[in-house]
Structure formats: structure tokens, C-alpha cells
């Protein structure tokens, strides 16, 4: 069949925006510390890649004021904010940390972590330290494999959680929760909340 036929009420779609289709994880901020400043940046190419250990993949390249921050560093935090902050983190992805304090401009407050010196996200629901675990990818892909270190969560920042990029300049919110976790038979360890309730 010729790629440019319809099929079954198929018809193509251009390779360079698949990823609309399988758009990824949440829209995220992602926070480095070069050795002097620290800088803030939003991410919505990312996704799970391991429960135990617990790694996380993250496209992040050269072409991000954070690159090189991460790179010589090995450490960063990912911020997950909520939709009622949906436009200043729109805002911060239009704007370079190279000129600009975007912590200072768009009202985010920097809070010391733990065990990373890249600053946590007081306005962010969850915020979870990271360690580059495996950086093979990201010459050729700038796919980063990062190790979750320590994991911060605030229910009363949760509001209706994340929410996604759909590739094109709109976003989604979290719709109603479907609950299914019955039929889960074959990952009962991974159905279980905390014991506080959170998710």
C-alpha cells in the first residue's frame, strides 16, 4: 500500500509530530546548580524507566541553559507542579536562564534538598533529588538516565495533579481516576498507597 493511501478511515501522519501521539510524562521543571547560580528550566520529554531501582529518563540537550549544568554537576531536582501553575511554567520554558534569574521573574522559591545541591521547588507538589545514573544515551539522544536519591511530596500543593503537554501547545489536565487496581492482579505491590494516603 502507498504510504500516502487511506486506509479504513486511516490516513498518514507526518513522522514529525508522532510525538503528539505518544506525547510523555508530565510537564516537569527541572532544577540544576552550575557551582553559582542555580537555574530553572521545563521539561515534557520524560518518563519512568525503572521502579527499583527507581530511574527516570529525561531528554535534556545542548540546546537548554541546564545542559552543561547537569552534565559537569551529575545532579538535579524534578519539580512536578500542578495545573493552577500551567502558565508561569509555560513561561519559564520561553525563557533563557542564560540572561535571566527565572526563580526571581516568575515568583518560584528555591529550597535547599537534601542530598543534591540543585534547589527543590517550594510551589511544586513533588520534588524528587536526582543523580545522573547513565549518560550513554545523551551524546547521541541527550537522553538521561537519572536515579531518584530522595522524593519530597506535598498533598495540600496536589490539587488535581500534573498535567501533560499534548505536543502542539496545549496542555490536559488529570481527568476522574479510573480505579482498576483490582484487576491489577499480576502488579498487587504496585496498587498500594502509602500508608498517608498519597498516590
Partial sequence: MNPTDTADGF??????????LIEPGP???IS????????LMTNGFNMPVSHDPPLIGLIL???????????DSGQCVIAIPSIDLAERVVDVGNTSGRDTDKWR???????????????????CFANIECTVADDRLAKDHNLWILRAEHAW????????????????????????????????????YLT?????GTP
Avoid at 32 to 39: I, L, P, R
Avoid at 161 to 168: A, D, K, P, Q, T
Avoid at 192 to 196: G, I, S
Wanted: a neutral charge.
Fill in 105 to 123: 521573574r516568575f515568583g518560584f522559591t528555591a529550597l535547599p534538598a537534601a542530598t543534591v545541591n540543585a534547589p527543590l521547588v517550594a510551589e
Fill in 11 to 20: 490516513s498518514p501522519y507526518p513522522l514529525q509530530q508522532v510525538h503528539r
Fill in 27 to 29: 510537564v516537569v521543571m
Fill in 32 to 39: 540544576t546548580f552550575d557551582g553559582e547560580h542555580a537555574n
Fill in 61 to 71: 540537550g545542548p540546546w537548554d541553559h541546564s545542559h552543561a549544568a547537569l552534565r
Fill in 192 to 196: 498500594r498507597d502509602l500508608e498517608d
Fill in 153 to 188: 511530596f506535598d498533598a495540600s500543593r496536589h490539587g488535581t495533579g500534573e498535567f501533560h503537554h499534548r505536543g502542539n501547545g496545549t496542555f490536559s489536565a488529570n481527568a476522574a481516576p479510573l480505579d482498576l487496581r483490582h484487576r491489577m492482579t499480576k502488579w498487587r
